[in-house]
Structure formats: structure tokens, C-alpha cells
């Protein structure tokens, strides 16, 4: 491992690949969700428009998914809390997932940019709350009764990523930035390691299955599994620190 001598803040992105050997799919590898699903059929306000009731199966199978397969944290998402326990300069997690094992597995500071699945949003009165079961169209919101607004709590394509002014300054402030997961395609994430090198002189890492699109910009790198590549790196890390 290079050279991290300082104990500033860490910020964490984490995608997908964190969650695929919990037994979670991904979205871009060739047995990820977009090559069973078209995105607009699924994730664009368009599509709930057109077919709200099909927009929410999509989301009522990931939900059903997770819960009757059991799907638990794994050996990445728990460094990532050894991480946050020990590092003294502070560590913020952003995840672009939309499942819960960041929390499961213990992490508290966590930024869930793209929403949660097990969450509803009420587009009529803003209210928000978890909702793991199925949901239809039919459903009326516990905050305001009314019927016909509910959606699950997720970003979708064309929206803004929730809560970009806090991960802004967190990610020029931080003294490392580590991208694990995720391919590097869809922005803002994918433009995180842009700002992060224009603005800082963070170190920047991935660490991924294989090079992301935006893996030239990486000043480290460590490829292969998350749950073999995260705990040794967060380990290298806390010892180099000694903390
Ligand atoms: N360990 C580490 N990385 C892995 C693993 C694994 N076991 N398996 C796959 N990967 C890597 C892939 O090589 C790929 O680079 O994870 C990445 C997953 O990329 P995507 O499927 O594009 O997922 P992500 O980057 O999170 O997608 C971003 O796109 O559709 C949207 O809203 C959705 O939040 C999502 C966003």
C-alpha cells in the first residue's frame, strides 16, 4: 500500500459490486439487472407515469428478493464499520445502493443517495417512511390518506441524487477517497473522483472486480472480490495508521 499518512476524513462510495456476494445483483455485469430489465421501463419517472403498477412489481420483487433469500451483510460491508469504529479523522459512507446491509452490518454514518428500497415516498405531502412489504397502487399514505401518490423512495434516472450538498463538501474536505463497487457510469457518483482530484489532495482508490470507467484517475487500485479486497485494504490502512 502507498504511502497514507495523515488521519483525515475518509469518504467511501460504494456500489453494487459491494452488495453481489450478499447475493444481491448488479446492475451493468452481464447477468445484472439491465440485461433482464430496460431502464425505462423501470427506473425513470416516465415509466411510472405510463405504468405505475409495473414500476412497483419491479421494486416489490427486490424487496420480496432480499427478505425471502435472507440477504446479509458480507465481509466488505463489516470492515467498512471497523472502519468507522477506529478511524479517527471521521468516515462517511455514500452509497448509490438502494438496499439496507450498510445498516444491517452497523455503518451510521451513511448517505443513501439514490434512496432505500424499503422505503415510500408520498409525491403529494413529502412524507417518508419505511415500507418493506409490497406496494400498489391502490395504497394510501399513512401521513396525508390520500391514494395515488405513493412510490418506493428511490432516485430514478433523470432525478436529482438526494442530499448533493453535504457529499459535495464532504468530498472536497476528505483526505481519502475509496470507491468500491460501482463501474463508474452513472452520474453524479461517477464524477466524485473528478471533483475529489480537482479540488484535493486526497488520495484516491478503487476498489473493484476490474477497472471501472473512470479507473485511470485512481491513484491505487486493488482488483478482485469485495470480500477479500476491502478487509485486507481497511486492515492495511488501520495498521499504517496505527489506530
Ligand atoms: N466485488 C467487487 N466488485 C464487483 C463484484 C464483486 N464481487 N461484482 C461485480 N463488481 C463490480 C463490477 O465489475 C462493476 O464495476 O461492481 C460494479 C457494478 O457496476 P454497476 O452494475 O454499474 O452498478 P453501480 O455502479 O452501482 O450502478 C450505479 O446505476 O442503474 C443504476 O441506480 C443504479 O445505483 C445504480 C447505478
Known amino acids: 500500500m502507498a504511502d497514507f499518512s495523515h488521519n483525515g476524513p475518509i469518504v467511501i462510495l460504494t456500489g453494487a459490486g459491494i452488495s453481489r456476494e450478499s447475493g444481491l445483483s448488479t446492475f451493468r455485469d452481464s447477468d445484472g439487472l439491465w440485461a433482464q430489465y430496460n431502464i425505462e421501463d423501470v427506473a425513470t419517472p416516465q415509466a411510472f407515469a405510463r405504468n405505475p403498477q409495473g414500476v412497483h412489481e419491479f421494486y416489490n420483487l427486490r424487496r420480496r428478493f432480499m427478505s425471502e433469500k435472507d440477504i446479509r ?3 466488505a460491508h463489516h470492515a467498512l464499520v471497523r472502519l468507522e469504529r477506529d478511524w479517527p479523522g471521521g468516515v462517511l459512507i455514500i452509497t448509490q445502493n438502494i438496499d439496507d446491509l450498510h445498516e444491517q452490518a452497523g455503518s451510521k454514518n451513511l448517505i443513501h443517495m439514490h434512496g432505500q428500497c424499503n422505503q415510500v415516498l408520498c409525491s403529494l405531502c413529502g412524507d417518508v417512511r419505511h415500507s418493506p412489504g409490497d406496494l400498489f397502487t391502490d395504497h394510501i399514505c399513512k ?9 418506493p423512495n428511490v432516485v430514478w434516472f433523470g432525478e436529482t441524487p438526494y442530499h ?3 457529499i459535495a463538501q464532504a468530498l472536497v474536505g476528505c483526505g481519502l477517497f475509496i470507491s468500491i463497487g460501482t463501474s463508474g457510469t452513472v452520474y453524479p457518483a461517477a464524477g466524485f473522483v473528478d471533483l475529489v482530484s480537482s479540488t484535493s489532495k486526497a488520495r484516491i482508490v478503487e476498489l473493484n472486480l476490474e477497472p471501472s470507467k473512470g479507473a485511470n484517475q485512481y491513484t491505487q487500485a486493488y482488483y478482485g472480490p469485495a470480500s477479500e479486497v476491502v478487509p485486507v485494504f481497511i486492515e ?6 496505527d489506530v
Open 143 to 151: 401521513a396525508c390518506n390520500q391514494a395515488g401518490g405513493l412510490r
Open 73 to 75: 451483510p458480507n465481509a
Open 236 to 241: 492495511d490502512l488501520l495498521a499504517l495508521c
Open 164 to 166: 448533493m450538498d453535504r
